[in-house]
């Protein structure tokens, strides 16, 4: 069984799925004793920092975005499958960075797991960090 450790909110545009342009580099270990004591600073800043670089790298640009979202009713929502096409790569890539994350030694033994939750009906998404149940503070 895992416990939550942190869940780290978008806080970038959002596309239509839910998935964010990027999530919170805001170090929950300021709130959070818990995560301080297993997640270092640095350590969090290196992850995030990835997480949102490659959303940054793969977002569709603005034109293709505005064309996805003002010409949708005219396409009947055609329009928007280049840029939703895009969306799902950056996910595709984003959840790829949270498998190398996870295999970095320092998570593997403290037992910290990374994942994007994305809960498609109602159009969010956030990172969740988790820890198995089994694992104490360093």
């Known amino acids: 069984m895992k416990r939550r450790l942190a869940a780290l909110k978008p806080i970038g545009a959002a596309f239509v799925n839910g998935i964010a342009s990027s999530y919170d580099d805001q170090y929950p270990g300021d709130y959070s004793s818990e995560f301080a004591d297993l997640v270092k600073q640095n350590e969090f800043d290196a992850a995030i920092t990835k997480v ?3 959303l940054e790298d793969h977002w569709p640009c603005v034109p293709c975005t505005s064309f996805a979202y003002v010409c949708c009713l005219c396409t009947g929502g055609v329009s928007i499958y280049c ?3 895009q969306v ?6 984003v959840n790829l960075q949270l ?3 996870n295999e970095l030694e320092v998570y593997k033994r403290r ?3 990374w994942k994007l939750v994305h809960i498609w009906y109602r159009c969010v998404s956030y ?3 988790t ?3 089994g694992v104490q503070s360093l």
């Open 99 to 101: 498998s190398r994350i």
């Open 131 to 133: 820890i198995d149940d």
């Open 111 to 113: 037992g910290i797991e």
């Open 52 to 54: 949102n670089d490659a």
């Open 88 to 93: 799902q790569e950056a996910k595709f890539r």
């Open 83 to 85: 840029a939703i096409r």
């Open 127 to 129: 990172i969740k960090i």
